[in-house]
């Protein structure tokens, strides 16, 4: 069957669809000898040779679908320039290549799924799904209603209006305020750049739900795999 070689490369356990882009554009993936340099490509996914870093890519016949507890100070990319520790450590003893859907910050904790499901990985990380995120926020002194209003309204971040946000203060001390947010996209650092142009910086960010996945009381640095209910949801997005 012919399919675009990101998509098989995504399948097999390389990477996301988004990341096997980039491996294509720089060079890094060839079929039957030949090195591909450009999207759009498609393949014969069983008769044609695709190697990355020398080795054949091999569908993956068994998908894998797992919950992690991200802890701060671990990176979600699979290799880390600078050497941080990676959420692929915390998953060593899976023996499929497995990869996060999307990102969390290297200070950020809470909800990331894994898996080696590249189409899932597209739909959950396409801007077009809105999939929502639940965050538990602690920020540094004490919104008034100006800020809030302005952050449920939607706000210019890098030049570019973020949609409407929830936000709702839940309890507050001499200090901070703890807040329970909810975006629909998952742009760079984006709690954060919204936090610090309401002029209240974050001092601590959390992940507790993705649509209607909860983490619950999963502890930190440990993953569990989703039930069949969570993927059918998921898939169903």
């Given at each position: 069957?012919?399919?675009r070689?990101?998509k098989?490369?995504a399948?097999a356990?390389?990477a996301?669809?988004?990341?096997?882009?980039?491996?294509i554009?720089a060079?890094e993936?060839s079929?039957n000898?030949?090195?591909?340099r450009?999207l759009?490509?498609?393949?014969n996914d069983?008769?044609d040779v695709?190697?990355?870093k020398g080795?054949?890519?091999q569908p993956?016949s068994?998908?894998v679908y797992?919950?992690?507890?991200?802890?701060?100070?671990f990176?979600?990319t699979?290799k880390d320039?600078?050497?941080?520790?990676?959420?692929a450590?915390?998953?060593?003893?899976?023996?499929?290549?497995?990869?996060?859907?999307g990102?969390?910050d290297?200070?950020?904790s809470?909800l990331l799924?894994?898996?080696?499901d590249g189409?899932l990985?597209y739909?959950?990380t396409?801007p077009?799904?809105?999939?929502s995120?639940?965050?538990m926020?602690?920020?540094?002194?004490?919104?008034?209603a100006?800020?809030?209003?302005k952050?449920r309204?939607?706000?210019?971040?890098?030049?570019?209006?973020?949609?409407?946000a929830?936000?709702d203060?839940?309890?507050?001390?001499?200090?901070?305020?703890y807040?329970?947010i909810?975006?629909?996209?998952?742009?760079n650092r984006q709690?954060?750049?919204?936090?610090e142009e309401?002029k209240?910086?974050v001092?601590?960010?959390?992940?507790i739900?993705?649509?209607e996945?909860?983490?619950g009381d999963?502890?930190?640095?440990k993953?569990?795999?989703?039930?069949?209910k969570?993927i059918?949801y998921?898939k169903?997005?």
């Amino acid at each position: 069957m012919e399919v675009r070689l990101q998509k098989f490369l995504a399948e097999a356990g390389i990477a996301s669809r988004r990341k096997s882009e980039e491996l294509i554009l720089a060079g890094e993936i060839s079929v039957n000898g030949n090195v591909v340099r450009e999207l759009g490509v498609k393949i014969n996914d069983k008769t044609d040779v695709v190697l990355y870093k020398g080795e054949r890519v091999q569908p993956q016949s068994r998908k894998v679908y797992i919950m992690l507890h991200k802890p701060e100070g671990f990176v979600t990319t699979v290799k880390d320039q600078f050497g941080r520790a990676s959420v692929a450590d915390l998953v060593k003893d899976i023996d499929e290549r497995i990869f996060p859907v999307g990102r969390l910050d290297y200070n950020t904790s809470g909800l990331l799924i894994m898996t080696n499901d590249g189409s899932l990985t597209y739909k959950l990380t396409h801007p077009k799904y809105e999939v929502s995120k639940k965050y538990m926020v602690k920020i540094y002194g004490e919104p008034d209603a100006k800020a809030l209003k302005k952050f449920r309204n939607g706000m210019y971040i890098d030049g570019k209006k973020t949609k409407p946000a929830k936000i709702d203060i839940t309890k507050k001390d001499e200090r901070f305020s703890y807040a329970e947010i909810t975006i629909s996209e998952g742009r760079n650092r984006q709690i954060r750049k919204m936090c610090e142009e309401i002029k209240h910086p974050v001092a601590s960010l959390k992940r507790i739900a993705v649509g209607e996945l909860s983490l619950g009381d999963l502890p930190k640095g440990k993953y569990r795999p989703l039930t069949q209910k969570e993927i059918d949801y998921l898939k169903s997005l």
